[in-house]
């Protein structure tokens, strides 16, 4: 690590269209593209973590190469975490080329590197190949590495506490684009640079950018490669991969139909409908009381505990009251309540909520019987919350760009 101020790694213009051509912009509250604005968003070249082992053999017959070499590529890929043609040296030099041009495109280039926790948080914001901005945060732990990835550029849901939010949904990132985030940072553990920490990583947590449930197919495509044992993916436990949703209930149900022993984190931020419709826009069609129900549905088919995420917002949403009424709906649930401090986002007129009154929320629903923890907020000097360092790179002449006080503490990870 140095003490270098904060490093722009690549200068490069975004490679492929930007702009309004290749933007699909969708109305908040949205949880699809608009129809016109599909057609327009510019797909990904296609890379191996796309398909399936299956479609990956096909796709190397198709490229005039022996099938056997899908599996050496995915192994390469998947199992040793390599992804730079010379060092595969069990495939011929000239299949190689073939090869990796076919079927391991470069998908996602780092714009900046940020790390701070003496390297233990990293975070790193993406170029993705039409010029979209996504990001994903690394955590190191004694006991785990976890990544949080990006599902969408952008976010069409419009939670006004939320910088991912603001900007409205670019559009909904490939398979291989959400993948690629993780067997990235994959490769970073087992490089051991992250300090204190197992030299594998180990959790995901889909909490970066986007609705993950708003862009279903591809986001359990990318969980099947995730869990499914090398060469086919990664290899990870269904149980260390938290799906986090505003609540959209017929994607929940979906999810509870999968047989999958995901962890379901709901992001429920107010107990009542009241707020909830102000904080939580897609609440104005699926009440709190349905968002509930499809969670504890979720637990039922599962058996797994709910995370009940609250982000606790000054004189907003932590009143004594509105813990007590959460209580009273989780109390004897399969579920925990999950305090996140508000992040403020540029020029919000939010704030997180002062340690005394955070201490008393959480009194009162441990009262009521509902385990309850505050998360760390780790990260937050290098933008650690959902969308907030792409917020500030998508505006930089504003005040809160990378140069501001925001930065301070930031270091350029190397
Ligand atoms: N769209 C999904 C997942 C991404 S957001 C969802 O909303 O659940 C991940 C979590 O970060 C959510 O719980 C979200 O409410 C929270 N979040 C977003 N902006 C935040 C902020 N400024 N401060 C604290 N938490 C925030
Ligand atoms: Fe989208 Fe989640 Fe942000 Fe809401 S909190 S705008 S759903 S990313």
New binding site residues.
């Given amino acids: 690590m140095t003490t270098l101020p904060i490093l722009e790694l690549t200068a490069a213009p975004p490679a492929g269209p930007r702009g309004d051509a290749g933007v699909a912009h969708v109305a908040r509250g949205s949880a699809e593209p608009a129809a016109g604005a599909r057609h327009r968003a510019a797909l990904p070249p296609r890379h191996l973590a796309d398909l399936d082992l299956i479609g990956r053999r096909a796709a190397v017959a198709a490229l005039g190469e022996r099938e056997f070499r899908a599996a050496q590529l995915s192994h390469h890929y998947f199992g040793r975490l390599v992804r730079d043609p010379a060092q595969m040296t069990d495939v011929p030099v000239a299949a190689r080329d073939r090869l990796t041009e076919g079927l391991l495109p470069n998908l996602l280039t780092p714009v900046r590197k940020l790390a701070c926790d003496g390297g233990a948080t990293r975070k790193t914001l993406w170029r993705l190949h039409d010029g979209s901005l996504v990001e994903s945060v690394l955590m190191g732990y004694p006991d785990r590495i976890t990544i949080c990835v990006s599902s969408q550029a952008g976010?069409g849901?419009g939670?006004p506490?939320?910088?991912?939010g603001q900007a409205g949904l670019t559009r909904n990132l490939s398979t291989a684009e959400i993948v690629d985030q993780v067997v990235w940072f994959a490769g970073v553990a087992a490089s051991g640079a992250v300090p204190h920490s197992p030299a594998r990583l180990s959790h995901v947590v889909?909490?970066?950018?986007?609705?993950?449930l708003a862009n279903y197919p591809r986001v359990m495509q990318a969980i099947r490669r995730l869990i499914a044992p090398p060469p086919e993916g990664l290899g990870l436990s269904q149980r260390h991969i938290t799906v986090?949703?505003?609540g959209l209930v017929p994607a929940m149900q979906r999810l509870a139909d999968e047989d999958l022993a995901l962890t379901l984190?709901l992001?429920l931020?107010a107990p009542d409908d009241d707020l909830r419709d102000e904080l939580v826009p897609v609440n104005q069609r699926w009440k709190v009381a349905d968002v509930l129900q499809a969670a504890w549905d979720y637990a039922a088919r599962t058996g797994r505990r709910v995370s009940i995420?609250y982000?606790l917002i000054r004189d907003v949403n932590d009143q004594a009251w509105r813990a007590d009424l959460l209580g009273r709906l989780l109390t004897g649930r399969l579920a925990h309540v999950n305090l996140?401090?508000?992040?403020?986002?540029p020029g919000s007129r939010w704030d997180a909520s002062p340690k005394p009154v955070e201490r008393e929320f959480v009194r009162r629903l441990r009262a009521a019987g509902v385990p309850t923890t505050v998360r760390d907020t780790r990260g937050r000097e290098i933008d650690g919350?959902?969308?907030?360092l792409a917020a500030s790179e998508i505006e930089p002449g504003s005040t809160t760009g990378l140069a501001s006080s925001r930065g301070r503490g930031r270091k350029a990870e190397q």
């Fill in positions: 976010c849901m939670c506490f939320c910088a991912t889909f909490m970066g950018m986007g609705e993950p986090s949703t505003v984190a992001s931020h995420e982000a996140i401090p508000l992040n403020p986002t919350a959902c969308g907030q």
